[in-house]
C-alpha cells in the first residue's frame, strides 16, 4: 500500500506500506482504531486510526487533513506520534488512515475497570502529560481535548502517550474556539465556560491538571451537570473571578452566584501528597495567564522522585522508566526508507493519487454513519 512518511522538518514523502493481522481497539465518533502490527518499512506494534471525512474536511486529501497537519509538526515520547499515513476510497468518501505510535490501555478505561495508582505512578504518569504539552507549547499548538478517553498507557512499563489530536490547533489560527462548547466539559478550563474565544496553552494545561488528579485520586475533580453547574464548581472551590480575572479574560461577568473560594484542600476531601496540592494550586488559576506553563511545572518539587538516581522501583517491581530526557523538546523522527522522489507538494500530490487508486478493502467504518 502507498503512502506517507514525514521527515523530521515535517515534510511528507511517499513510502510503501505493510502491515500484518490487526483488530479494532477503539472508536469515536468518525473514526475506527485498529490495534497490529506494521511489517514494513519498519517493525512495530501501531494503531491505524481510520478516519472518515464530516462536512467539512469531506474534500480534503489526507495530506491536507487537519489532524495530519498538526501531527506532522510534533515528535515527543509522550505523545502517540503519526508514523505514517495514507487515504482510502469507499463509497466516495475519503478515508484518512492515520499509522499512530500505539499503547495497550486507555486511562479511562483503566479507571472504569477500577484500577488504582499508586503516587509514584501517579506522578510518573503525570510528568510524562505535561512533557506532551510542553512539546506541543514550544511547536505553538493547543491540544484542545485532553481527557482520560485521549491517554493511554502501557502500565507495566509505566508508559503515558496523549492521543486523539482531531481537536488540536494552532496557536496562530485565526479561528475562535467555539468558547463554552470546547473540551469535554469536565476539562474546560473557566475561560472557555465563560467564553472566551482565544486559543492558549493555559487550556491544555487546566485539562492536564484535572487528568491529574484523577490519577491521584481516582474520580472526576469537576464532575458538573452542565456548563452552569460546572462554572459552580469551580467558582465554589476558587471562588467567583475578581475583577482582574475578568479583564485578563475578555469575558462578560458569569451569571452565577457569588462564591468565596472554598480551597482546593476542603474540596478534595481525601489528603493528597502536599506537593500535589502545591502543583494543582499553582495550574488551577481562574485567569490563564496566571496557570504555571508545562516547562515550569516539570521543574515543581513533585516529581522530584521520579528523577532521583539510582532510578526508584515501581510497585510492579521494574525500575521507572528513564523519563528525564522527555524534557527535552527536539526528538527526532527515524525516516525510514525515503523514495528517490524530490520532496514538496508535486511528491506529496503524486502519492496522494497514488494512494487514492490504491484503494482497497471495505471495513465497517465505511459503512457507519
Ligand atoms: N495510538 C493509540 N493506541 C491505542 N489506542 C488508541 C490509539 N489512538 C486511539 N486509541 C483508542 O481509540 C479510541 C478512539 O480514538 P480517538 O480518540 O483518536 O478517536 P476520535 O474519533 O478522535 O474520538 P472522539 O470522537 O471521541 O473525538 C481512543 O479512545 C483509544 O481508546
Known amino acids: 500500500m502507498n503512502g506517507y512518511g514525514i521527515k523530521d522538518g515535517g515534510e511528507f514523502f511517499p513510502v510503501s506500506l505493510q502491515f500484518g493481522g490487526h483488530k479494532l481497539c477503539g472508536s469515536g465518533r468518525f ?4 490495534c497490529g502490527q506494521m511489517i514494513g518499512p519498519i517493525q512495530k506494534e501501531v494503531a491505524v486510526k481510520n478516519v472518515w471525512s464530516d462536512t467539512e474536511t469531506r474534500h480534503l486529501p489526507t495530506t491536507q487533513y487537519p489532524e495530519v497537519q498538526i501531527l506532522s509538526k510534533v515528535f515527543h515520547p509522550s505523545i502517540s506520534n503519526l508514523l505514517y499515513f495514507y ?14 505510535d500505539y499503547l495497550p490501555s486507555e486511562m479511562a478505561k483503566l479507571r472504569d475497570q477500577g484500577v ?7 506522578k510518573l504518569y503525570t510528568f510524562q502529560l505535561f512533557c506532551a504539552i510542553s512539546h506541543l507549547a514550544s511547536k505553538n499548538i493547543v491540544h484542545m481535548d485532553i481527557k482520560p478517553q485521549n491517554v493511554i498507557m502501557d502500565r507495566m512499563k509505566g508508559l503515558l502517550k496523549l492521543a486523539d489530536f482531531g481537536n488540536a490547533r494552532r496557536l496562530e489560527t485565526s479561528e475562535k474556539t467555539g468558547g463554552a462548547y470546547q473540551v469535554t466539559r469536565f476539562y474546560r478550563p473557566p475561560e472557555l465556560l465563560f467564553g472566551c474565544e482565544k486559543f492558549t496553552s493555559a487550556i491544555d494545561i487546566w485539562s492536564a491538571t484535572c487528568v491529574a488528579f484523577e490519577l491521584f485520586a481516582n474520580r472526576v475533580l469537576f464532575r458538573g451537570k452542565d456548563t452552569k453547574d460546572q462554572i459552580m464548581l469551580i467558582t465554589g472551590v476558587l471562588g467567583y473571578p475578581t475583577d482582574e480575572d475578568i479583564k485578563s479574560m475578555g469575558v462578560k461577568r458569569p451569571r452565577v452566584a457569588r462564591k468565596e473560594a472554598r480551597g482546593i484542600e476542603t474540596f478534595t476531601s481525601k489528603m493528597l501528597d502536599p506537593d500535589m496540592y502545591e502543583f494543582m494550586k499553582s ?12 516547562i515550569d511545572v516539570l521543574k515543581m518539587s513533585v516529581f522530584d522522585v521520579i528523577k532521583v ?19 527535552e523538546m527536539n526528538h527526532k523522527r527515524e525516516c525510514v526508507e525515503v523514495e528517490p522522489a524530490p520532496a514538496g507538494i508535486e511528491t506529496t500530490e503524486k ?16 459503512t457507519r454513519k
Open 116 to 122: 488504582k495508582f499508586d503516587v509514584l505512578d501517579a
Open 31 to 34: 473514526s475506527n482504531v485498529y
Open 351 to 366: 502519492a496522494e493519487k497514488e494512494s487514492k487508486s490504491s484503494s482497497s478493502h471495505s471495513t465497517e467504518e465505511e
Open 283 to 294: 495550574t488551577l488559576k481562574i485567569d490563564p495567564k496566571k496557570r504555571k506553563t508545562a
Open 309 to 327: 538516581v539510582p532510578r526508584k522501583k515501581r510497585s510492579n517491581g521494574a525500575e521507572l522508566p528513564n523519563v528525564i530526557g522527555y524534557t
Open 87 to 100: 487515504s482510502r476510497n469507499a463509497n466516495n468518501k475519503t478515508i484518512h488512515c492515520l499509522v499512530l
